[in-house]
């Protein structure tokens, strides 16, 4: 097992943001987090990267407990964030953003083998790469922070909300991403609202609502679950 | 649609229309203040007073740069600067004087005791404070300023006196043309120069000073990057302890008398400097500082008893810049993250 979540309790002062969440992510594959605005889905990501102590529970990555890990450690063992709303250092050049990507590693023929993949999956970033972070579209954006997310060579790859505010045709080309990430061998846990692009790329699923899981199963099975097209796949 | 595009475009116009109006103004009164100026006292007595402005003016960037730069990185207005500027001065002047060391080892050993005091400064007095409200670090860092100021007043450390400082070389005066200029001078040009050159290349090239800039425009990221973001805050500090310190000598040099307090001035008005370039600008730190400089000099050498309205003229710089341009000449409005 990759990752393993184990009953965890998140909060945030008064408020109880998870109350006990379990799940876990295979070496491999594609796990999806789905739910409403306030769900929780951002907190667990924030969680597993470091960023938020938990007040209970667990999560171990390679069977190794890391709620008393520093980011930055928890980035060089293996984990990367794409956080919500792309964040990319807006007054960074695009080479400089993917460098804060690569900041644990200090090989340098490393990180640039790295950065001549991310260009090569994303050759608008090459074209680009002298530009400012906050010049870009939005779409150029999100590919700029998934490159970034992948320059440390995670093992495993969080990314929250990747479609948020992206024309259809960008959501489709960045789900398509999404998949050629995953054939190269980097497990992915996809925070969404999108279920049903959520869905169609990821092996499993969870269902989060108001900090807890209430359903789980494979992608087919939560897609063909009548609650679950009720609440998130319009009928 | 129209009508309320239009109605929310019209203040802006308007407010724009009003910025520019009082920009014009300004420039037609600082031509009109220099063209004064000259026939006043003759040229060479206005380029003498520029020229002495500059100096000094490159003396605040020193200190200017470490407050931009650590408000950039913590929003902090780090009070404290200005007497870390003044244990640079007393550094030096005990290795100079004690120890017979040379411009080069004294300056060296100041930027490095000034940095290692910031830095503690920094871990012990604002690192618990990083989640506290704005307003307690910035008390805190008022604390910290008596503090420094009071504590080496005492007999066993600098003493309250002032001491006068012996210089590490011979002042050499060149006349050109009328105009005096000094080796200090030309020490002091050189050496800023070069140590914004290296601070440049710091922020620009270097994994850490790229660190710093992300750092500056988001912590939470930066840290899902893997960034160690309290040991970039630690190096700002002692990036900005390091140039203060460096000022401070310097300054020692130009004005040779050292006291206690001497940081608190020079500080305050490396801080309207900074302000007046936009804080968190280090383009704008130097171009505020050199203004600055020059607005120090001009009215000492111009205005009637000039060397007592200095520093009001100084704060009447800070008043204007807030009521014309609050983020300053280089500076962006800061967007509040919810």
Redesign the interface.
Known sequence: MLLEVEDLHVAYGAIRALQGITFHIEEGEIVTLIGANGAGKSTTLRTI???LRPIAGDIRFQGQSIIRT???R???MGI??V?EGR?I????TVM?NL???A??RRDKAGIAAAMEMVFASFPRLQERRRQLGGTLSGGEQQMLAMG?GLM?QPKLLLLDEPSMGLAPILVDEIFEIIRRINAQGTSILLVEQNAAMALSVAHRGYVLETGRIVLEGTATELLENPQVRRAYLGG | MTSITRSLASPKVLLRAVAWAVYIALGVGILWGVVALVRLQGPVFFLQAVLDGLRLGFVYALIALGYTMVYGIVRLINFAHGDIFMVGAFTSFYAITQYKWGFFPAILLAMFVCVLLNVVIERVAYKPLRNAPRIAALITAIGVSFFLEYFTALKWVFSADYITYQRPFKVVVWNIKGILISNITVIIVITTVLLLLILRYIVYNTRMGKAMRATALDKPTARLMGINVDGVISFTFALGAALAGAGGVLYAIAFPQIVTFMGIMPGLKAFVAAVLGGIGNIMGAFVGSLLMGMVDVLVVSFVPMGSRLRDLFAFLVLIIVFLVKPTGIFGEPEVEKV
Request: a neutral charge; hydrophobic letters at 25%.
């Open positions: 990267s470091g960023l520093p980011p930055e928890i980035v060089k990367s964030q956080p964040q250092f807006s007054k960074l400089e460098e804060m990507g900041y644990t970034r440390s």
